[in-house]
């Protein structure tokens, strides 16, 4: 497909092929196992570490590679194609957590942690979900209330990804009881805090597994605080970025799952001719391809429109909505190409509709998307 459309640089195309290449070599072959174990995929976040691509949200002056929302997008989108387990544990590093630290965190904080997140030494975790409170993240019940100089945090998140593993948590929670979505603020809290406890992990459906986090009158300095003042709505805006990056996942195993179809199809002979040759099978393909495109026209705009900044709130909702729903559709598709061995092990496409089911769960579900999107519908009277 022709990139320039939509002014793709010569330094992003090398970035892709550079993915592509790694993934290819290093993350594919693997990916089953990774898959099976649920275990972080340290060896792969070491190479792509060293690479310099674990920074590319975090300015060069703190170790980073100083990259756009697009370069985040691209290079999702290749490392899924591949492995979603890899993909899930890269989007933990360059998406909105290390975004959020760069736009609200202090110099301090800057100087501590963005070095070690750009080298993939520091792992992090964002948590927002509570038990009883998952779309509804501004009504969450976690609560920090100030002693001296530390804020004591009390609640259970829930769903946490890599907190099993995560060096640094960042803790969504509302302080002195302060009601509503504007009592909401983040505290940064070090593995190895006493009375942070990660317990009971749930394997998904795509592997990778989720955790419980307790924060029994756990002591977070005061200077550990992210941001506090209208802080719901400065880690929502930061959100934008995971919308897109979640939805970059999902479209890497749309794409994935079509390659395969492609490839099964021309080569699998019924009726003694290749079953691609029939054109019940080439509209299936044709429909799969016009909406892989479309997503990424709708992906695409909203990365490119962002720059290094943070995503528009309706663009974003816009292309995770379309794009996680696109990539539902289309790897069933492409498992339904495959004929019964498509429902195997043996090949990869089951494993890509199972990943790909993540994406209209977390980060915000698609029925939420659709609200955001229509109350801002309802704002005016002629959108077009
Ligand atoms: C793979 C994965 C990784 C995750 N990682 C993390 C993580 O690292 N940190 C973290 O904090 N959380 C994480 N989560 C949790 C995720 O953010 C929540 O699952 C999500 O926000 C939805 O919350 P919930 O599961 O409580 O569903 P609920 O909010 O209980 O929703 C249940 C159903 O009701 C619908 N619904 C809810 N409200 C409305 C409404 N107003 N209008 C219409 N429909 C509505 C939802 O769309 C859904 O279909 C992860 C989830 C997944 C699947």
């Known amino acids: 497909m022709n990139q320039k459309l939509f002014n793709i640089t010569d330094e992003q195309e090398m970035l892709v092929e550079t993915i592509r290449d790694i993934t290819e070599k290093e993350f594919k072959p693997n990916s089953s196992e990774l898959e099976q174990s649920g275990e972080f995929p340290f060896h792969n ?3 792509l570490g060293d690479l310099g691509i674990l920074g590319i949200s975090i300015p060069e002056e703190y170790g980073g590679s100083d990259g756009t929302v697009m370069d985040a997008v691209l290079i999702l989108e290749e490392i899924a194609k591949g492995c979603y387990i890899t993909g899930m544990a890269v989007l933990g590093e360059i998406g909105v957590q290390s975004k959020a630290i760069v736009a609200y965190g202090s110099e301090e904080q800057k100087q501590k942690y963005l070095p070690g997140i750009a080298k993939g030494e520091t792992i992090l975790a964002i948590c927002i979900t509570e038990s009883e409170v998952g779309s509804d993240a501004g009504n969450m019940k976690t609560n920090s209330t100030l002693e001296g100089n530390s804020y004591i945090v009390n609640g ?24 509503g979505s504007q009592g909401v603020g983040c505290l ?45 709505k400065k880690l929502m805006t930061a959100f934008n970025t995971q919308r897109c990056l979640n939805a970059s996942i999902t479209l890497g195993l749309a794409e994935g799952a079509f390659n395969e179809a492609l490839k ?5 002979e019924q009726f003694g001719r290749p079953v691609a040759n029939f054109q019940g099978i080439q509209w299936m393909l044709s429909d799969m391809y016009v909406e892989i495109e479309a997503s990424k026209s709708l992906l695409y705009r909203a990365a490119i429109n962002a720059g290094k900044g943070f995503p528009d709130k309706i663009e974003a909702s816009v292309a995770k909505l379309y794009t996680n729903e696109m990539a539902i559709r289309v790897t069933n598709q492409a498992m339904q190409l495959h004929g019964g061995y498509g429902y195997t092990k043996e090949y990869p ?9 993540f994406g209209a769960l977390g980060g915000g579900t ?3 998307q659709k609200n955001l999107i229509g109350r801002h519908l309802l704002k005016t009277d002629k959108i077009f």
């Open 349 to 357: 496409v089951e494993r890509m509709v199972r990943g790909a089911r």
């Open 45 to 47: 976040m070491k190479i």
């Open 188 to 232: 940064l809290v070090e593995k190895g805090t006493p009375g942070l406890h990660v317990r009971q992990g749930y394997q998904t459906m795509g592997g990778e597994y989720l955790w419980e986090v307790e924060f029994d009158n756990c002591a977070v300095p005061i200077d550990n605080v992210l941001v506090r003042e209208n802080g719901f």
């Open 366 to 368: 698609s029925q939420i």
């Open 264 to 268: 099964y199809t021309k080569e699998r």
């Open 156 to 179: 259970t998140k829930q769903l946490i990804s890599r907190a099993d593993v995560a060096d640094l948590f960042l803790v969504f929670t509302r302080f002195e009881g302060e009601q």
